[in-house]
């Protein structure tokens, strides 16, 4: 089945430095990839919408500046927390659009949208 | 903008019962999917279920069913027969499709632990 790389599942780092988070399509190509962020105990927040060659899409009150995301191929989006701060401490997942079923996903049964394994942040 | 709401935060049932996880949703589309995701201690997202708002017909898949009242903006999940690896955080999810026809990021409720005992 389609796996979505997630790399690293663990980073610790001290405040002020930034963190680069990688999401990697293995087995299929991606044009939209998804970054959520999941407090403890809370639900997940779709933070931004990343598309292939063109800008992200932030959610209203996600800073862009802070989190920088790249998609520069089909099968790679990155998330860089940058000036990391304690407050940014999180897990943070992202998942990706299966392309070429992307027609078929509205007709069949089978979702184009995999997960990541997560990758928790703590800043110190 | 959609909102899901997952009025149980937590619940608790013996193994092999069978449990329903209430989730309602607000939203002004007409053409839209609900899920339900399954998050185990391991934080993986697994899908459990979805519908297709178009279906009249409740989805089913395995032990796992939903029922859909779409006028009511209801998306109940019926877990039967319960087992001990159930137990895990659910999340109800809302996406309406992106433009251009893809995919859009998901909404999801603030989710129930549920607990299956021995």
Redesign the interface.
């Known amino acids: 089945g389609a796996v979505v790389s997630q790399h690293p599942s663990r980073v610790i780092c001290k405040s002020g430095t930034s963190v680069k988070i990688e999401c990697r399509s293995l087995d299929f190509q991606a ?2 990839m ?1 970054w ?1 962020r ?1 407090f403890p105990k ?5 933070m931004a ?1 990343s598309n292939e060659g063109s800008k992200a899409t932030y ?1 209203q009150g996600v800073e862009k500046d802070k989190f920088l995301i790249n998609h520069a191929s089909l099968t790679l989006s990155t998330l860089t927390v940058t000036s990391a701060h304690p407050e940014d401490s999180s ?1 943070y ?1 992202c ?1 990706a ?1 299966d ?1 070429d079923r ?2 078929l ?2 007709g069949s ?1 089978n ?3 995999h ?1 990541g ?2 990758t ?1 942040l703590t800043v110190t | 903008a959609q909102t899901v709401t997952q009025s149980q935060p937590e619940m608790s049932v013996q193994e092999a019962e069978t449990v329903t996880l209430s989730c309602t949703y607000d939203t002004s589309e007409n053409n839209y999917y609900l ?1 339900w995701y399954k998050q185990p201690p ?4 697994i ?1 459990v279920i ?1 519908q ?1 708002a178009y279906k009249q017909q409740n989805a089913t898949e395995n032990r796992f069913s939903v029922n859909f009242q779409k006028a009511a903006k209801s998306f109940s999940l019926k877990i039967s027969d319960s087992q001990l690896g159930d137990t895990a955080m659910y ?1 109800c999810a809302f ?1 309406k ?2 433009s251009g ?11 129930t632990h549920l607990i299956i005992q021995p």
């Open positions: 044009t939209t998804f959520y999941q809370q639900s997940l927040m779709l919408t959610e897990f997942i998942s659009n392309r992307t027609d996903f509205w049964y979702s184009p949208l997960f394994n997560g928790r | 899920f391991s934080r993986q997202m899908l979805r297709e999340f996406m499709p992106g026809g893809g995919a859009d990021g998901l909404t999801f409720g603030k989710g």
